[in-house]
């Protein structure tokens, strides 16, 4: 069955300090990945997306994702984190030939001061 | 633009009560879905559309009925509800062309309505 697997549940960080977050997805043709981000009681924004372009993928809030296919990772990053990146991330995957998208689990992101 | 929007933010159904969770966008997108968010679960895909009356069944189904009379609404049904329907229900919408299966498939969420049932 095609999923996308999270890592890690709860990620916790010192502001100032880089952020990496784990993503893999089991292998498929050429898949659009993304990553959202959700803040506490709100809805879903999108940070970036991948789309057979180039492999790494800037997206907002210094944030950047690299598609290796080879390990089928999509791991989000950002090299110093900020007391308001503290959220909630989905990793997703949209399936070739499939017009659903398939979401990981998430990944809390706590920012510590 | 308002993008996505969805009524109510909240609500509280005793079990066998219905009720309709209203989902509206502006972008004239094609394609609507309905996402149901439980803890540690991600988001699962209840129902999609793929444009005015056109329905489909996502991951998780059962208990819900959605239609899709105009390209703008997408209302989600729950007949009876039951407990296990408590969640948090996002609705989203992107550009689709049949045309076009490809493509980034960008989704924009509502901010969600978070229902209980007892």
């Known amino acids: 069955a095609q999923s996308v697997t999270q890592l890690d549940s709860h990620v916790s960080v010192s502001e100032g300090t880089p952020v990496l977050l784990r993503c893999n997805y089991s292998s498929s043709y050429s898949p659009s990945l993304f990553w959202y981000v959700q803040h506490p009681n709100k809805g879903l924004q999108l940070l970036l997306k991948?789309?057979?372009?180039?492999?790494l993928v800037k997206g907002i809030n210094g944030f950047e994702a690299e598609f290796k296919k080879s390990e089928t990772s999509f791991h989000l990053t950002k090299p110093s984190a900020h007391m308001s990146d503290a959220a909630e991330y989905f990793c997703v995957v949209r399936y070739t030939g499939r017009r659903a998208l398939t979401f990981g689990s998430g990944t809390r992101l706590q920012v510590q001061p | 633009n308002a993008g996505v929007t969805q009524t109510p933010k909240f609500q509280v159904l005793k079990t066998g009560q219905s009720m309709t969770l209203q989902c509206a966008q502006d972008?004239?997108?094609?394609?609507m879905s309905w996402y149901r968010q439980d803890p540690g679960m991600g988001l699962r895909l209840i129902h999609y559309s793929v444009g005015a009356g056109i329905t489909d069944q996502g991951e998780v189904p059962n208990g819900y009925n959605v239609s899709r009379s105009t390209t703008e609404d997408f209302p989600l049904r729950l007949l009876s509800a039951a407990p296990s329907q408590t969640s948090v229900y996002f609705c989203?919408?992107?550009?689709?062309?049949?045309?076009?299966?490809?493509?980034?498939?960008?989704?924009?969420f509502g901010p969600g309505t978070r229902l209980t049932v007892t």
């Open positions: 991948y789309t057979s372009a180039a492999t």
């Open positions: 989203a919408s992107s550009y689709s062309s049949h045309h076009n299966v490809e493509g980034s498939y960008e989704q924009y």
């Open positions: 972008m004239n997108h094609e394609y």
